[in-house]
């Protein structure tokens, strides 16, 4: 959990809608890459800690016989719910309201868990003893992130890229220049060293793997507001009755870069980190 703030449940309020749609996806091949590396087969259990609207689970969901989603976010389990309807795979998955926190929940033994981007919201430690105790022996723990390391460009891609930086600096005008978090702010970011936590826990590990990315892909001005709006730092709330003022200065900023409102923008890669349960305790 990020050093000097608590949880609250205004973290993502309002995000929901905007996820799907928002943000990028993960590299094409992460679920043939799990696949292969965990040995899934269309049965097992997988539970995806901090799931948001499930994209990360529902793309996992035909390696499972049965996959359970936990998030604190009613929007998010409720957009998980209705994705799942659409994706045809309802009956085979569960969507949970509650903290990681609140594990194991009655829940069960699982044989994977995975956190997408969720883990630095948590009290890691206690989270992660918790799932290690949850997963079945020789079961395992997978964090999945973008690749952070990696320099992408728009080179040779027939549109602008997306103006990351001034929308950082429009949002600062908005909501102060420190990163807003629900009711507070990260005065230090969230926090990195997994690995340290991890081990603390007793799994062992990791194995490191990287989808390649680079894939060309297009966005337009509709699509970069639902990230603004998909971050926890610019949730729709915070802008409150400002919210109006807010999408107009950005439609504009949006235009200026890019008069024929599409942007190019590049697929990043995707790590996973595989940590195992020792299958004797």
Request: glycine letters at 14%.
């Amino acid at each position: 959990m990020p050093e000097g703030w608590e949880w609250d449940d205004t973290l993502f309020l309002g995000s929901a809608p905007y996820y799907r749609r928002g943000r990028l996806p993960y590299a094409p091949g992460l679920a043939e890459l799990l696949a292969g590396v965990l040995k899934l087969d269309g049965r097992g259990r997988l539970l995806d800690v901090g799931c948001g609207p499930g994209i990360l689970a529902l793309g996992l969901a035909h390696l499972f016989g049965e996959v359970v989603g936990l998030d604190p976010d009613g929007g998010m389990i409720a957009e998980a719910g209705q994705l799942a309807d659409e994706a045809g795979v309802a009956r085979k998955t569960r969507w949970v309201r509650a903290r990681a926190e609140e594990l194991p929940a009655g829940l069960g033994t699982f044989t994977v868990a995975t956190f997408g981007q969720s883990f630095h919201w948590m009290d890691r430690d206690l989270v992660a003893a918790t799932v290690r105790d949850m997963l079945r022996p020789a079961g395992a723990l997978v964090h999945i992130a973008d690749l952070k390391t990696e320099t992408l460009t728009v080179d040779g891609l027939p549109y602008p890229g997306v103006p990351y930086a001034a929308i950082g600096d429009l949002v600062g005008r908005y909501l102060g220049p420190v990163r807003r978090a629900g009711r507070g702010v990260l005065l230090y970011g969230t926090p990195s060293g997994e690995a340290d936590v991890l081990g603390r826990a007793g799994f062992s590990g990791p194995e490191r793997y990287v989808v390649p990315g680079g894939q060309a892909l297009e966005r337009s001005c509709d699509d970069v507001l639902a990230w603004v709006f998909s971050t926890s730092s610019s949730a729709p709330h915070l802008f409150g009755t400002r919210r109006g003022d807010f999408e107009a200065d950005l439609g504009r900023l949006l235009r200026e870069t890019s008069p024929v409102g599409l942007f190019s923008e590049r697929q990043p890669s995707t790590e996973a980190f595989v940590w195992r349960e020792p299958s004797a305790r």
